[in-house]
């Protein structure tokens, strides 16, 4: 879900005036997963415009502040969420690690790096939020290093139904900048796309395995 409103336009605004979102309706994006898509986004531009990664990293600390309080640890998702991550972190005053998707194959062999306690409260940040597949991995990670999950930010989500119904699941509140819906809403305020596009974009949206 996302933070509110006024929060979530404002931050697909500036995703597209970076172009850390594009759209392209008429031709698609391929995604690792193998997904066609009209729309890819790649919020790791926002740390190169100062302006943008100050909103992105204020707006996240207050909706930890607001929904879940201080906890004792923040944890990056890598590769994508370690750089705002350690902004949050910092901002808070508080201890940082980040989860790789597997454990290292030498050394340690550490899937969490950085010091955790058993029992630490931990807040997770994603910088991207589609199947959850990623996210739901970090957690399961830091879950089995003992520490306590209080919820997870995020700075845009796809709000994909597979993705709600497995948080649902892990009894985890997801709460994002901003989402699919306000960004179409934006884009076509903002001229962005047109009303033409908005079938091609919405189709995708509800059925983005099969589309193209």
Not at 72 to 94: S, Y
Not at 132 to 155: P, R, W, Y
């Amino acid at each position: 879900m996302i933070f509110n409103k006024n929060t979530a336009k404002k931050t697909a605004e500036l995703l597209l005036s970076i172009k850390a979102i594009k759209l392209n309706p008429d031709e698609a994006f391929v995604w690792a997963s193998g997904w066609n898509s009209p729309i890819y986004c790649d919020n790791r531009l926002t740390l190169s415009f100062v302006p943008i990664r100050n909103y992105v990293r204020e707006h996240l600390v207050k909706i930890i502040l607001e929904k879940h309080g201080k906890p004792d640890v923040i944890a990056g998702v890598a590769t994508g969420a370690i750089a705002i991550g350690v902004l949050v972190a910092q901002e808070l005053g508080l201890p940082f690690v980040y989860v790789r998707p597997e454990p290292k194959k030498h050394g340690r062999m550490n899937q969490v790096e950085g010091y955790l306690n058993k029992g630490q409260n931990v807040i997770v940040v994603e910088d991207l939020v589609s199947t959850g597949k990623s996210s739901l991995n970090a957690i399961e990670a830091l879950k089995d290093f003992g520490v306590q999950i209080k919820g997870m930010v995020a700075i845009f989500d796809y709000g994909f139904d597979t993705a709600k119904e497995s948080f649902a699941k892990e009894n985890l509140e997801v709460t994002s900048l901003s989402d699919y819906d306000n960004l179409i809403e934006q884009a076509l305020e903002s001229n962005y796309v047109t009303q033409k596009h908005l079938k091609t974009l919405m189709a995708w949206r509800a059925d983005p395995g099969k589309w193209k």
